[in-house]
């Protein structure tokens, strides 16, 4: 295997990966360059420099996954990558602190003008006047988001004397307070109010343009802004306008809507009150070590066949969720290959039914087995990245639900798959910690441990039918490694066979068998094992 690494990567990345793979350090190159190598490697490691685009992605044909050396992932298509199944991950804690103490040493700087009175300083001047700042002390710092950056960004600032308020819609009034800052619910309730805004928020159709002229203009006359998340966010025109007016008393950014092309900037243009950085949030030499280190380590992790901790495009297998229910995702991806290849026609809903102790656990990872299960039964390129996106795409009703209902097992997982000819019911659990079985076929209550090959056989409970199925088998030459034979009601009337066997039967020893008198319909499956 190979991986690109690009955009000046600390080299201790490439030592981390090279055990499981052979790592080539570039420098970044336009997409047209990258189209040309991509083909070449299993996965690609960038910073912000590189744009990894859809066309870039498409190109990739071996690639398993992207990993971006830094917190968002803006530069990389997400939607592209996922439609491929490749994985995305990012590192989201490697350079918090660098960026929490920029963000820090930004407003300081723009509160003391520190930028502009250095460079008249260094001219032979002493214009001590000239350059009087403002404290930050007993002033109000409103900070939008609220996650690893903005929260340290708040304490510092509460440890300096402000008073902080947070506008941060997907964290709460306890976590807010916990920090020592006030929970502003409204953004309408928020604009007013401080003396100074920072943003730690993604930039996406939400966050795109927040701050422009109209929500200037509901800001206190002589606030300050900042901003090290990400360029966009402020509108640029708007922010200049607003220094120049003299309604914004000063700005410090390090982000920008077209990096890194800062001569399209209109912000260089700002006559006074501005200081500029070009995007150094991250730039720290323990940030970039850090950040390389995560993501290569994750790299290896992936290419090794284990899972990434910081998955931006599946974030259910995260390690924390992934957890509490690994044990169940070989049984989860086997009810929904089971489900699928015991059916006929067009998938049109999975109902999945998790009972016992997994009713008060979040199922959301064993979804996507099914899901990854059931559609690659049928479909090439299928894995846990793309399952939700294709089964989506599709048109194909997920529905989930918990029950609490008693059962033998300490967790069951059931699928209940409709196609646009028939329903079919598939359970899996695990009857100890290590032990899976699929316990449930459509009326028939099983106890079959997954295998590779299985033959299910439905047939009329009457005399020698197992050793008639049994004779067919051995002379095609295929040996049964164990049988499982249930009947379905209380009439006795219905059986099935269910037999572990250690080949591929083909289409000819399945007719042979459906010959046989009072066998309906016997199947070959085919499940995915270890």
């Known amino acids: 295997m190979k991986v690109l690494v690009t955009d000046k990567i600390n080299e201790s990345a490439g030592k981390i990966i090279e055990p499981a793979a052979e790592v080539d350090f570039l420098p970044t190159m336009s997409e047209e360059e990258l189209i040309k190598i991509i083909p070449n490697y299993d996965a690609l490691m960038v910073r912000s420099q590189t744009k990894v685009t859809a066309n870039i992605i498409n190109a990739g044909v071996n690639l398993k996954i992207i990993g971006r050396a830094g917190v ?31 963000t820090i040493a930004l407003m300081l700087a723009m509160a003391r003008n520190i930028a502009p009175a250095a460079t008249s300083t260094k001219e032979g001047k002493w214009d001590r006047g000239k350059y009087t700042g403002t404290e930050l002390y007993k002033k109000t710092l409103g900070i939008i988001g609220f996650g690893k950056i903005g929260s340290h960004v708040g304490e510092v600032a509460l440890a300096l004397g402000m008073k902080v308020i947070v506008y941060d819609p997907f964290s709460s009034k306890e976590v807010v307070e916990k920090k020592g800052a006030e929970y502003i619910e409204n953004l309408d309730n928020f604009w007013g109010r401080p003396d100074f805004i920072t943003v730690h928020v993604p930039k996406n159709k939400d966050t795109l343009n927040m701050i422009n002229k109209d929500t200037i203009a509901k800001m206190k006359q002589g606030v300050r802004l900042v901003n090290c998340a990400r360029g966009g966010i402020i509108n640029e025109n708007d922010l200049k306008e607003a220094i120049n007016s003299g309604y914004v008393a000063g700005a410090a950014i390090d982000v920008y809507e077209n990096e890194p092309n800062i001569q399209e900037c209109p912000l260089i243009q700002c006559e006074k009150n501005i200081v500029l950085t070009p995007h150094l949030g991250a730039s720290t030499t323990e940030a970039q070590m850090n950040v390389a280190i995560d993501v290569a380590e994750q790299i290896k992790e992936v290419l090794s066949g284990g899972s990434a901790s910081s998955a931006v495009n599946i974030p259910s297998l995260r390690p924390d969720r992934l957890e509490p229910v690994k044990d169940y995702m070989g049984i989860a991806e086997n009810t929904g290959e089971l489900a699928v290849q015991l059916s006929s026609g067009a998938i049109k809903s999975i109902e999945i039914i998790a009972d016992g102790d997994l009713a008060d656990k979040d199922i959301q990872p064993l979804e996507v087995a099914v899901l990854k299960g059931a559609l690659s039964s049928r479909l090439e390129g299928v894995n846990y990245v793309n399952a939700p996106v294709i089964a989506k795409n599709r048109g194909i009703d997920i529905v989930s639900s918990k029950s609490k209902i008693n059962s033998n097992f300490a967790g069951r997982i059931t699928v209940k798959l409709t196609t646009d000819k028939e329903t079919t019911v598939v359970a899996g659990a695990l009857v100890t ?62 059986s099935i066979m269910v037999i572990n066997i250690d080949t591929i039967v083909d289409d000819e020893t399945l007719k042979a068998i459906e010959k046989i008198d009072g066998v309906h319909n016997p199947k070959y499956v085919n499940l995915t094992v270890g």
Not at 469 to 484: D, H, L, Q
Request: glycine share 6%; aromatic share 2%.
């Open 433 to 494: 910690k290590d032990i899976p079985r699929i316990v449930k076929i459509n009326e028939y209550e099983t106890s079959i441990r997954p295998e590779k090959h299985v033959l299910i056989v439905p047939h009329t409970n009457k005399p020698s039918m197992i050793a008639q199925v049994a004779r067919v088998i051995g002379e095609k030459g295929i040996n049964i490694g164990s049988m499982n034979v249930v009947q379905k009601n209380d009439k006795h009337e219905e």
């Open 72 to 102: 968002g992932v803006d530069n990389i298509d997400l939607e592209a990558a996922t439609q491929k199944g490749i994985i995305v991950v990012n590192s989201p804690d490697g350079n918090t602190m660098a960026a929490s103490e920029h």
